[in-house]
């Protein structure tokens, strides 16, 4: 969903459940909304949100995740890889506004922005490793720039749940801030950076998205061989279930 504030614009993810699952369609929506905003040449600044209070978002649909095979898990990583490439090349600044959950590929839409803010009640997490996976919509190749590699294994081999001072601590957020200011603070941002020579924002985030030696067609490979492994399918199945059974936040 896109809503817009004179020059910012809103996008905000309404997934399936209120834990704004990323399906392959909700993907594809987000994808032809992003590139329709990205032409707009009078937008200053763009922020991103989950629908409802619960989560930014929750990452993948598992159900949908069990149905595929290599080259369907390929394709879906690719068309992930496309959003969030989107949101890492964006023409103005994008602020991720994160309340509730953000795991999985929500943390790889998250990472893609160029500013974090969190509420005090925000988690994180890369579940993948449990799953028998791995992120595959660039995490793996943006998050080591962000966190330094030590700090990117922790995270994605153990799949912890970080809180939001963690997470400040960490440097994955910007800022924490508590959940009634979570909102005004993205616009206050979003709005000094409408103050800000748009040009000239566009060539330091160019330049500064360069440093960077990313591989992403790697990690694309490396998603679908997952998807090589027997009992994948049961694996992501059983924690669905499990999932579904837990009482939501």
């Given at each position: 969903m896109v809503r817009r504030d004179g020059t910012i614009a809103h996008v905000v993810l309404v997934g399936e459940s209120p834990l704004n699952i990323l399906d392959r369609d909700t993907l594809i929506n987000l994808f032809r909304a992003l590139t329709d905003l990205s032409l707009d040449p009078k937008l200053t600044a763009l922020i991103m949100t989950g629908a409802g209070k619960k989560a930014f978002s929750a990452g993948a649909n598992l159900n949908e995740l069990a149905l595929l095979n290599a080259d369907t898990a390929q394709q879906l990583a690719q068309l992930g890889q496309?959003?969030?490439?989107?949101?890492?090349?964006?023409?103005?600044p994008v602020i991720a506004a994160i309340q509730g959950i953000c795991f999985g590929g929500g943390l790889e839409l998250a990472i893609a922005a160029d500013f974090r803010i969190a509420s005090e009640d925000a988690s994180f997490s890369y579940p993948a490793?449990?799953?028998g996976i791995l992120p595959g919509f660039g995490g793996t190749q943006r998050c080591p720039g962000l966190l330094g590699p030590?700090?990117?294994k922790e995270l994605m081999?153990?799949?912890r749940i970080l809180d939001a001072r963690t997470a400040l601590d960490w440097g994955l957020v910007n800022l924490s801030v508590p959940v009634t200011e979570l909102q005004p603070t993205a616009l206050h941002w979003a709005r000094e950076l409408g103050g800000r020579d748009r040009h000239a924002l566009q060539q330091m985030k160019a330049c500064i998205n360069r440093t960077g030696k990313e591989d992403f067609l790697y990690e694309q490979k490396a998603f679908a061989a997952c998807f090589r492994q027997p009992g994948l399918k049961q694996k992501l199945l059983k924690w669905q279930q499990a999932a579904s059974l837990t009482p939501n936040p």
């Open positions: 496309n959003v969030t490439s989107l949101i890492f090349n964006f023409p103005c490793a449990r799953l030590a700090r990117t081999f153990l799949g």
